[in-house]
């Protein structure tokens, strides 16, 4: 009763219309059913049937709609969002998750579609003939979330980015569900995942240093060797979805006659560099991610320069691994320019032991750490503030791929998705564990 709206005049008095009253009391009851529903979750990775819709574009939305798409693709994402209850507008008049209900109404918007009886035994164009999309239809509720929940796309008419508006989806139902989260335990504190292993800098460590020793985050490891290092990591509440997706890079500064310092930071994109000629493939990428770096300009307390290094390892892989392909590159000048090359990705990738962190290689077994492609977001064009996303989608009941591009829908075979292409080019892979198909 303490927190039912009320007055100035005492928590007892309701000055304010029944109506407000009551629907506060009902959205305070559906968010308690939903936190509930989300604790006992247990994610479901099995791959659905489902029949394809395109989605309409009316303004510069291809970068959602390409984003939407490889999210239904998602099983474990779709399963998620279908165990959560469909509320209408009269049991909910207002919400404080809208980004959840949007997302629960999206995943029910697409039905499932029979495996054809020959789809197990043949491929191609007959199975294709089986595969018929349903209506397109406009994803309005998903668009008007730019402006209901702060963010720097909401611009309509600009060409924006499928990575940043992933990282916005899935920040936005991390700390939604935290919301809820905290219904059942208040004390949880939350935090943003990053999209990357490059959003703490060295300087970063620097300010941890002078927090002092001691702290509720930071404990002492020892590795190989006997070497020890001091280990850092921000608290961090799971939810949902970091069970899909999160997973966490170690960052280790290491300094002439000085303890190593670690780390942990969690990720929802694992972000790769592909700038050096040297980067033709995705396990080229990923090499040169943890691969040691000198760190230049860094200085001590006392304003003493000293020589230091940093390396960045896999410290925990997501059953749903999206690597981010860094087309987009910033010039000192201020511009932004596209980096147009092929690099060759596989539809099975493997993470090899010399990217995990040494604590783990023996943890994390091969089927844990072995993936399988099931969609592709495309950047079409050669500039890095225009051009077109579509997205490939692998379909388990045709069990094949479909090219989606907005409303249209078409078979393709798996070649045309890693074959290279001057008019597209890759730009986020979506890969799911092969141990959890």
């Known amino acids: 009763i303490r927190n039912i709206p009320s007055s100035s005049q005492g928590p007892f008095c309701f000055p304010l219309p029944l109506k407000i009253i009551v629907n506060w009391i009902v959205k305070s009851f559906n968010c308690l059913v939903v936190s509930k529903l989300l604790e006992n979750v247990k994610l479901i990775h099995k791959p659905v049937s489902l029949q394809p819709r395109g989605l309409i574009n009316k303004g510069n939305w291809c970068y959602i709609n390409a984003t939407l798409q490889a999210l239904v693709a998602c099983p474990p994402m779709y399963h998620l969002m279908k165990s959560i209850p469909v509320y209408s507008k009269s049991q909910r008049p207002c919400t404080s998750t809208p980004m959840i209900d949007s997302f629960v109404r999206l995943m029910n918007e697409f039905t499932n579609m029979p495996v054809p009886p020959k789809a197990k035994q043949a491929l191609g164009d007959k199975i294709a003939r089986d595969i018929r999309p349903g209506a397109a239809f406009e994803p309005t509720y998903i668009y008007r979330l730019l402006t209901v929940i702060k963010s720097s796309l909401s611009e309509k008419g600009r060409q924006e980015d499928a990575e940043e508006y992933l990282g916005f989806i899935l920040n ?69 979805i970091t069970d899909i997706f999160g997973g966490h890079i170690r960052s280790v500064v290491y300094q002439q006659s000085s303890k190593e310092s670690a780390t942990l930071q969690p990720f929802f994109t694992l972000q790769l560099d592909i700038q050096s000629d040297k980067i033709r493939t995705v396990q080229d990428a990923l090499e040169s991610l943890v691969a040691r770096e000198s760190v230049q300009g860094y200085t001590t307390k006392t304003k003493q320069e000293v020589e230091i290094s940093r390396r960045v390892t896999l410290e925990e892989l997501p059953p749903v691994l999206v ?115």
Request: proline content about 3%; hydrophobic content about 30%.
């Open 172 to 240: 936005g139902l991390h700390e939604e569900m935290l919301t809820l989260k905290k219904l059942l335990s208040p004390h949880n504190e939350k935090i943003c995942v990053s999209n990357g292993p490059e959003t703490q800098s060295v300087n970063e460590e620097e300010d941890q240093d002078e927090q002092g020793e001691g702290s509720e985050d930071e404990w002492e490891q020892v590795g190989p060797r006997n070497k020890s290092s001091v280990t850092r990591q921000a608290d961090f509440v799971q939810t949902s």
């Open 323 to 437: 690597l981010h392909l860094k087309r987009f590159v910033y010039e000192k000048t201020g511009g932004c320019q596209k980096l147009i090359k092929n690099i060759e990705y596989p539809v099975d990738l493997e993470i090899s032991k010399e990217l995990l962190s040494p604590g783990v290689k023996s943890k994390i077994f091969k089927g844990q750490r072995t993936y399988r492609l099931f969609a592709v977001v495309y950047h079409h064009g050669n500039s890095a503030t225009g051009g077109h996303y579509t997205t490939d989608v692998f379909q388990i009941g045709l069990n094949g791929w479909l090219r989606i591009d907005d409303q249209a829908v078409k078979v393709i075979n798996q070649y045309q998705v890693v074959k290279p292409s001057a008019e597209r080019t890759a730009y986020l892979l979506y890969y799911r564990r092969v141990d959890l198909l």
